[in-house]
């Protein structure tokens, strides 16, 4: 059974850095793409980046680039989101995804597997 398991959240203020990890078992997930997404309170979940299954492609949505950094650890079953320059319209749930494909998913569509998501709050 695919778990994903994401920590690191908290309050944090403006400005400030966080960074979040997602845990991965269940099985092997070395040819796994994997993504982050949030949902803002009173909003939908919207993609953050993602980042193919060896590590040197990712992406990232307008809002965060240059300030968020997404990366995967040396088994490849980790990856984590390194948030520097936090904005109060970072503040949202943070959810990991995984999805069986090598490449890039940038849509909720293209992701099979979810973790139960972090709270991360930025303060003003």
């Known amino acids: 059974q695919v778990q994903l398991v994401e920590s690191g959240g908290g309050l944090v203020q403006a400005g400030g850095s966080l960074r979040l990890s997602c845990a991965a078992s269940?099985?092997?997930?070395?040819?796994?793409?994997m993504g982050w997404f949030r949902r803002a309170p009173g909003k939908e979940r919207d993609f953050v980046a993602a980042?193919?299954?060896?590590?040197?492609?990712?992406y990232y949505a307008d809002s965060v680039k240059g300030r968020f950094t997404i990366s995967r650890g040396n088994a490849k079953n980790t990856v984590y989101l390194q948030m520097n320059s936090l904005k109060f319209e970072d503040t949202a749930v943070y959810y990991c995804?995984?999805?069986?494909?090598?490449?890039?998913?940038?849509?909720?569509?293209?992701?099979?597997?979810w973790g139960r998501g972090t709270q991360v709050i930025v303060s003003s």
């Open positions: 995804a995984a999805r069986p494909l090598e490449e890039l998913g940038f849509t909720e569509l293209q992701y099979d597997y």
């Open positions: 269940g099985r092997t997930f070395t040819n796994y793409a």
């Open positions: 980042i193919n299954w060896n590590g040197d492609s990712t």
